[in-house]
């Protein structure tokens, strides 16, 4: 089983739709959640980060955290086409040797004009 | 801005020559990372470098090497490029410490070994 679990979709929607995007993970110990999204042909990109649980909102995209129910969330308010990418939710433990991330392997979403 | 580039957006290699995918940093960053990311399977940890000389093994070393001579410069080597390590090559770096706010990755090196 993997440590994170991300849907792969593809995800498709009309644009001004609220998108929700999801993973679950397994280690407990993973305290710092972050969120990349990757255009086609291109390199991932941090869109945002948070620390333990709860809510981040910047614009028109909140992510949350459920640390009891291993579960983190991306919405996304009034969708738009250029919004159309690759999502992929990321996280790792807060200190030591594993400085690494694991990675989620992403959600393909498509915001229709 | 912050950049991390890679040599290369695309390569063709032919079945065991041994290949170089070269990446720079301009952050200072003490962290450097090699992924494969293929269809359905997400991102995979090759290796990674905490520090000038040091390496890690990842999640799928087998097949590659890699060379950190420099802080700014992580070097993967596909000692004998075979046709199953055609993939997206994405190389990534992080400052140290414990701070949580991830990577900057470039754009990419699309490698097909034919």
């Known amino acids: 089983q993997k440590e994170v679990e991300q849907d792969p979709g593809p995800l498709s929607v009309p644009e001004g739709a609220i998108v929700s995007l999801n993973c679950t993970y397994s280690?407990?110990?993973?305290?710092?959640f972050m969120w990349y999204r990757q255009y086609s042909r291109k390199g991932p990109e941090l869109l945002m980060y948070?620390?333990?649980?709860g809510n981040k909102e910047d614009g028109r995209f909140t992510a949350q955290v459920d640390k009891s129910s291993k579960y983190i969330s991306l919405f996304i308010r009034d969708s738009q086409p250029s919004d159309s990418a690759t999502y992929l939710c990321?996280?790792?433990?807060?200190?030591?040797?594993?400085?690494?991330?694991?990675f989620g392997s992403g959600t393909q979403l498509t915001v229709l004009p | 801005d912050v950049k991390v580039t890679q040599s290369s957006r695309y390569l063709v290699k032919r079945t065991g020559e041994k290949v170089f995918l070269e990446c720079v940093q301009d952050?200072?960053?003490?962290?450097m990372f090699w992924y494969r990311q293929d269809p359905g399977l997400g991102l995979r940890l090759i290796y990674f470098?905490?520090?000038?000389?040091?390496?890690e093994k990842g999640d799928i070393p087998e097949g590659y090497s890699v060379s950190r001579e420099k802080k700014e410069r992580f070097s993967l080597i596909l000692e004998s490029a075979s046709t199953n390590q055609t993939s997206m090559y994405l190389c990534?770096?992080?400052?140290?410490?414990?701070?949580?706010?991830?990577?900057?990755f470039g754009s990419g090196t699309r490698l097909t070994v034919v």
């Open positions: 948070t620390y333990s649980s």
């Open positions: 470098s905490y520090d000038v000389k040091m390496k």
């Open positions: 990534a770096s992080s400052s140290g410490g414990t701070g949580g706010y991830g990577y900057t």
């Open positions: 280690n407990s110990a993973f305290q710092y």
């Open positions: 990321a996280m790792r433990r807060p200190s030591g040797s594993a400085r690494q991330l694991t």
């Open positions: 952050m200072d960053h003490e962290n």
